[in-house]
């Protein structure tokens, strides 16, 4: 499967601890962008990467959220002392080099839980 | 603050019949409409799109109309099939951003 890829699918957590996720992008596209959904929402956007950059942060994402693409290939988001407010679909998506506009490829999710 | 709104959280229709789902937004800025949709337990894959120059843009079974006076699309389905029931997002960007603004959703259910 050449698809995006998205690990762990589900993770389920205790209120204080840290989690990390990662993604596995397209190979050859060089953006990659990090979103939320929670229920009766569309995904939110996080930050996204061109290559190793991270060229652009929500608001949404607090100083416990951090991601990164250390060799513009794979991307980890960590979350740091979650919250039950944490609680969500964690949605990765990578679009190749630009051409016209551009569609992104998503991932199938992590879903997050903290109890 | 929606800048996108997919006012009707769900759409129900026979198959064979015709599903319009229907997207506003607020941003003038606005210049590119995408739709996406969505299965269960799988991403969000994308539809089909349309640039704020066109107000008509068709594939297949599926058309996208963009009234920018109005500040309003919609897409419609014909002939619809069970296999298009999924969620369907609206999506809105504006020239020179990556990034995308999603509605909530429509969840269309097609009977057969």
């Known amino acids: 499967d050449t698809g995006v890829s998205q690990n762990p699918r589900h993770k389920i957590t205790k209120r204080g601890q840290n989690v990390t996720f990662r993604c596995d992008p397209i190979s050859e596209h060089n953006r990659l962008y990090w979103y939320r959904q929670t229920l009766g929402q569309g995904p939110e956007f996080l930050t996204y990467?061109?290559?190793?950059?991270?060229?652009?942060k929500s608001r949404l994402l607090s100083d416990r959220f951090s991601a990164e693409r250390p060799k513009g290939s794979f991307s980890t988001l960590e979350i740091q002392r979650t919250e039950q407010g944490d609680s969500a679909m964690y949605l990765c998506?990578?679009?190749?080099?630009?051409?016209?506009?551009?569609?992104?490829?998503f991932g199938p999710g992590t879903r997050l839980l903290v109890l | 603050d929606q800048q996108v709104k997919q006012n009707s959280p769900s759409l129900s229709v026979q198959e064979g019949r015709i599903s319009i789902l229907n997207c506003d937004y607020t941003n003038s800025m606005f210049d590119y409409f995408l739709w996406y949709k969505k299965y269960p337990a799988e991403g969000p894959t994308f539809l089909i799109s349309?640039?704020?120059?066109?107000d008509k843009n068709e594939d297949g079974r599926f058309t996208v109309f963009l009234n920018k006076s109005a500040k309003h699309l919609s897409l419609h389905i014909v002939p619809s099939q069970p296999g298009d029931s999924a969620v369907y997002f609206c999506?809105?960007?504006?020239?020179?951003?990556?990034?995308?603004?999603f509605g909530r959703g429509t969840s269309l259910i097609v009977h057969p």
């Open positions: 999506v809105a960007q504006s020239g020179g951003s990556y990034i995308p603004t």
């Open positions: 990467f061109q290559n190793e950059a991270q060229l652009e």
């Open positions: 349309i640039s704020s120059i066109k």
């Open positions: 998506a990578s679009s190749p080099p630009l051409r016209d506009q551009e569609t992104q490829y």
